[in-house]
């Protein structure tokens, strides 16, 4: 699930991007088109069921979405649905034709004025979305099996109770280095910078694979730590069994053992 819908001329898809990346980074789930299409879906119908599960819709405004017959379409179908239209302004000008009908009146978020990232802050920040953290779930408040609200409490056991029909609980992971932080490896926005071809630390004997290591065109996939493990682990024998050789087996010709 998400709670806003990102509108745009594909023109400014940098600018799009940057709102979806920025909001995301605040914890509010976003649905911006094409990377939650999946494959095979109808891309008018994917649009349309997104937009009626949102309750934010941003609209990056621009000459180019001004002039485009797919975002207003996307407009008028965030005002049927009832959600609520937040339109970030990155060019000085006003909306014409239907676009003017549907935005006259709301509150609008200016994002002319660089830097970019700041403005896109305010958007985060602009209240449409609000954003409680740092909250752990401590309770459910119902009856008769229906929700009324959720209870939350901070870090200092201090409760808030919030209203809700729905709760949707998502896992997810913080990650922090803890006592890495004091081991004296060199770190890349804190990940541990390796070499890629042993996957050795800057300290002799310390290696790291997978999401915690870091170089120069890495690519954070399962795949990469599978094979990034094989790295390590070929760079490790030397040192665990010296001047022993190391022999490969190929799970395709060593057979079923028993067989």
């Known amino acids: 699930m998400h709670d806003v819908f990102i509108s745009y001329s594909t023109t400014d898809k940098q600018v799009a991007d940057a709102a979806c990346a920025t909001l995301e980074a605040h914890g509010v789930r976003c649905w911006i088109a094409p990377r939650d299409i999946l494959g095979g879906d109808d891309f ?24 485009s017959d797919h975002v207003r379409r996307e407009v008028q179908a965030a005002f049927h649905k009832g959600a609520v239209v937040v339109p970030l302004r990155i060019e000085d000008i006003e909306p014409s034709g239907a676009l003017e009908y549907y935005l006259s009146g709301r509150h609008w978020l200016d994002a002319m004025t660089p830097p970019l ?70 770190f890349d926005d804190n990940r541990v910078s390796i070499d890629p071809a042993t996957c050795m630390s800057s300290r002799p004997g310390i290696f790291a694979i997978g999401d915690i290591a870091t170089y120069p065109g890495k690519l954070k996939l399962i795949l990469s730590g599978f094979a990034e493990a094989a790295t390590a682990a070929h760079a490790i024998h030397p040192r665990v069994y010296p001047g022993t050789a190391l022999h490969f087996e190929y799970s395709t010709t060593k057979g079923i053992p028993g067989g």
């Open 44 to 67: 008018a119908d994917a649009v349309v069921a997104a937009i009626s599960h949102a309750r934010v819709f941003v609209l990056i405004f621009s000459s180019h979405s001004n002039a």
């Open 117 to 186: 990232e700041a403005q896109l802050q305010r958007l985060a920040e602009a209240g449409s979305v609000e954003l409680v953290t740092p909250y752990q779930l401590a309770g459910l408040d119902g009856a008769a099996g229906r929700l009324d609200a959720v209870i939350v409490a901070d870090l200092a056991g201090n409760t808030r109770r919030l209203d809700a029909d729905c709760l949707l609980p998502f896992f997810g992971l913080a990650t922090n280095l803890g006592p890495l932080a004091d081991w004296g490896l060199a």
